[in-house]
Each structure stands twice: as C-alpha cells, then as structure tokens.
C-alpha cells in the first residue's frame, strides 16, 4: 500500500524529508474515501449517524491532538442491511471507524513521534530510522484491514446484483404467467391459477418487501485506499 511504500522507501534511502507531505496525501485520500455521500447524500460510511461527516480530523495536526484515535470519528455503532429475500438479508453498511482506524492510528503515531522528536529530514539519525522500521509492519496490516473491507464489500455487491437478478427473473415468470392465462379458455385458466397460487403468493411478499428499496441506493463506494 502507499504508506507503507512511502516510510520503506524513507528508510531505505535515509531520507524522510517528503515522508510527512506524503503521509498527509495518504490522509486526505483516506478521507475522501471516508466522508463520501450516496445518491441520496448520506454518508456512506457513517451507520445509523450518516448526516454529518463520520471522519472529524482532516490533518496530521489534528491527529496529534488527540488521545485516543476513536476520536477521529463520529460516525454510528449500527450498520444498515437490506432484505434481499425471505429470510435473506445483506449488510449494506461499513462503518469508517472499522475501515479507517487503524491506517489513521499509523498516520497518528508518525505524527506523534515527529511532533516529538522534530522533522524528518534527508539526512535521518538512526533513532529516526529504527522508529519508522517499526512502522512499516503497522502500515502494512493498515494496507490489509482497507483491502478487506473493500473485499467485503466486492462480495456485498455481488449478493445485491444478485438479488437484482432475482427480481428480474420474478417480473418474467409474473409475465409469462399472465400471457399463458390470456390465451387459454376460463377453466384452464382457474386450474392453472391455482396450481401457481402457492408459489406466486411467496414469490410476491419477497418481491414486495424488496420493491419498497432501491438497490442501486446501497451499493458499495468503490476504490480502495492504501
């Protein structure tokens, strides 16, 4: 990912000079991620608190002045499913704490350091390049917890589409049903009424309770971070 690339790189070459502008790029690329909306201007990553931006800390600067990381964010505690079919439901929601925390934790403990120890520069002391060696393991299981997310969410897409699909084939068969009754006298009609009675009535409750949604609205923001 490109933090951790960003402080290997620093430390292979004993030059953390641009380590700190390129760190604050990872943040911001993180937070636009974070605080994006869907169509309906909700944010997308905020749960059961999705008016307001679920990230607060927009710079390395803020990041220092916290005490804990969980600062960083307001968003909810509850994300939102979707009934999908009977019985059948998909999460819909990520929480940006649950994505985000531990790359802003690693953003936060460089940021400590240097606000500590003084600025990185082309010529590192040791002290200075022991401290991000360490970090590099942190970046990278950062790297990991975004990648995750984002695959949980590649496999939530997935369930919707499907149960788009679903729908789709449903509206067919509703279809085909209806011109198979149109061309066929009273009494076939009634008999085959009643043989798709039981099928259509549980077919059409499912359909009824996913109508009442939009699936487009709740699928996935793409891109990964890191």
Do not use: C, H, W
Not at 64 to 72: G, K, P
Not at 86 to 101: E, F, K, R
Not at 114 to 134: D, I, Y
Request: hydrophobic share 35%; aromatic share 4%; charged share 10%.
């Amino acid at each position: 990912n490109t933090l951790r690339t960003d402080i290997t790189t620093a430390v292979a070459n004993n030059d953390g000079s641009q380590l700190m502008n390129n760190a604050q790029s990872v943040m911001d690329q993180l937070n636009q991620v974070l605080n994006s909306k869907d169509a309906n201007g909700n944010y997308i990553y905020g749960g059961d608190n999705n008016d307001q931006p679920p990230v607060t800390a927009s710079s390395l600067s803020d990041l220092t002045s916290l005490s804990n990381i969980s600062q960083a964010f307001q968003n909810g505690t509850k994300t939102s499913s979707v009934m999908v079919a009977d019985g059948q439901s998909v999460q819909v929601g990520v929480l940006a704490s649950d994505v985000g925390s531990q790359m802003m934790q690693t953003l936060k403990d460089i940021a400590d350091y240097v606000n500590a120890n003084g600025s990185l520069t082309s010529a590192m002391t040791s002290a200075q390049s022991n401290f991000l060696s360490g970090e590099i393991q942190s970046a990278t299981d950062a790297g990991t917890q975004v990648n995750a997310v984002a695959s949980t969410n590649g496999s939530n897409y997935q369930a919707l589409q499907n149960a788009l699909s679903t729908q789709t084939s449903m509206s067919t068969t509703y279809q085909g049903f209806v011109s198979d009754l149109e061309n066929v006298d009273m009494a076939t009609a009634i008999t085959n009424l009643n043989q798709n009675q039981v099928a259509l009535q549980a077919a059409m409750e499912v359909t009824s309770q996913i109508g009442q949604i939009s699936l487009l609205n709740y699928l996935p923001a793409s891109g990964t971070v890191g």
